[in-house]
């Protein structure tokens, strides 16, 4: 089964500052990546995903993502922060065999400071 | 178009008493998977329904069952809970089994058992 682990569960910065959440998941083989956020009081959205192809992907809100596969590593990253990007974020895996159940990591709850 | 869709919000029950939680998905969407999400963690994955069976199973009891319906709604019952069971439940539905297609996600039912 895979496991995803996600560190420094809480983060607390300004606006403005880069933002970098680390997503290590532990599977061998082909697997597919993806982003949740959850904004205070609303449901799952997908923030971004990797099925194949150029490593690193752009989703949505400016956030980025970098698939390093000797790594096991899918990090989250945005250079500058707003106020509206406080919410938790969640990776998630699911292995590429075709059964798309999805392994989640615990979440990084991240607050921005005006 | 309306997005995945879930009743009730919010539900109370007294330990040892039985529970069903119903999900709609999205407007063109075949299958329905259900995820546990306790207080401070991320989602764990339940079961998957595709054309009306249970297709995938995530490590839970088997108090825990659902049902695909013709229309692709789904529920989840849970038999005999569990103080342990209180949680957000969570549907999300995509199309077609054995594709990497992106799970999207209801607002949940947050259930506390009492």
């Known amino acids: 089964a895979q496991s995803v682990s996600q560190h420094n569960h809480h983060v607390i910065l300004s606006e403005a500052a880069s933002l970098e959440l680390g997503c290590n998941y532990s599977?061998?083989?082909?697997?597919?990546l993806f982003w949740y956020v959850q904004y205070p009081g609303q449901h799952l959205q997908l923030l971004l995903k990797?099925?194949?192809?150029?490593?690193l992907v752009k989703g949505i809100k400016g956030f980025e993502a970098e698939f390093i596969k000797s790594k096991f590593s899918f990090n989250l990253r945005k250079p500058s922060v707003q106020w509206s990007d406080t919410a938790e974020y969640f990776c998630a895996v699911n292995a590429g065999d075709g059964n798309n159940r999805l392994a989640f990591g615990k979440g990084n709850q991240v607050v921005v400071i005006p | 178009d309306a997005g995945v869709t879930q009743s009730p919000t919010h539900l109370i029950k007294t330990r040892g008493q039985q529970v069903t939680l119903r999900c709609s998905p999205k407007s063109g969407h075949d299958t329905v998977s259900w995820y546990q999400q306790a207080l401070g963690q991320g989602p764990q994955f339940i079961f998957q329904y595709y054309e009306e069976e249970e297709r995938q199973r995530g490590n839970f009891p088997d108090r825990f069952s659902g049902h695909q319906f013709p229309n692709y709604s789904s529920e989840l019952n849970v038999n005999a809970l569990l103080l342990g069971d209180s949680a957000l439940y969570l549907c999300?539905?995509?199309?077609?089994?054995?594709?990497?297609?992106?799970?999207?996600f209801g607002p949940g039912t947050r259930l506390t058992v009492t």
């Open positions: 599977y061998g083989g082909t697997v597919n």
């Open positions: 999300a539905s995509s199309l077609g089994r054995g594709l990497p297609y992106e799970q999207y």
């Open positions: 990797y099925f194949s192809g150029d490593p």
